[in-house]
């Protein structure tokens, strides 16, 4: 008596966890951005650096330093929400740090493509797997009434 009482219980247990396993599939199947990249040129050097939080959020820092300045700093969150991902950046000095929300506009494998059309610049953010150890981001707006995109291919380092 106590083994069949035992076995809907076990099911039920196995159900519950594939389950949530799938249920972030789309921030899972984006695992690939997660480590430290680097693009470096003559300009400075472009740093991301992405971290798992949990199974709904990644968390990213950028910063593109020249010399002994940061040029550019920004915080980023990977999120998964229902069957949406969502890029939340905050800018330093940009929106009055407030952060900009990009919603995922395309959902193909190895790439990540973020728009907010409504954003001064920039209005379309993508990234790209390239191989395990190369990825190519990928900012594309308006500036000064022209269309501009500007292409980083980052190398992993961590």
């Known amino acids: 008596m106590q083994k069949i009482t035992l076995l809907p219980l076990f099911l039920l247990l196995l159900s519950c966890e594939k389950s949530s396993e799938s249920k972030y599939e789309l921030l899972q199947s984006s695992e690939w951005i997660l480590g430290k990249w680097e693009y470096k ?3 400075g050097i472009l740093t991301e650096n992405w971290t798992k939080i949990n199974d709904s959020v990644y968390k990213g820092t950028s910063y593109f330093v020249k010399g002994k300045d940061t040029i550019h700093k920004e915080a980023i969150v990977l999120n998964q929400i229902g069957e949406s991902l969502t890029y939340k950046t905050v800018i330093k000095g940009q929106n ?4 900009i929300l990009f919603l ?3 959902t193909v494998e190895n790439q990540l493509v973020f728009e907010n059309l409504n954003n001064d610049y920039p209005q379309k953010i993508k990234y ?3 191989n395990p150890s190369q990825i190519t981001t990928e900012i594309t707006g308006k500036q000064f009434e022209k269309t501009t995109t500007e292409k980083y291919n980052l190398k992993k380092v961590k």
């Open 41 to 43: 040129n003559t300009d």
């Open 104 to 106: 995922a506009k395309e």
């Open 96 to 99: 009055a740090d407030l952060p």
């Open 128 to 130: 790209t797997k390239g």
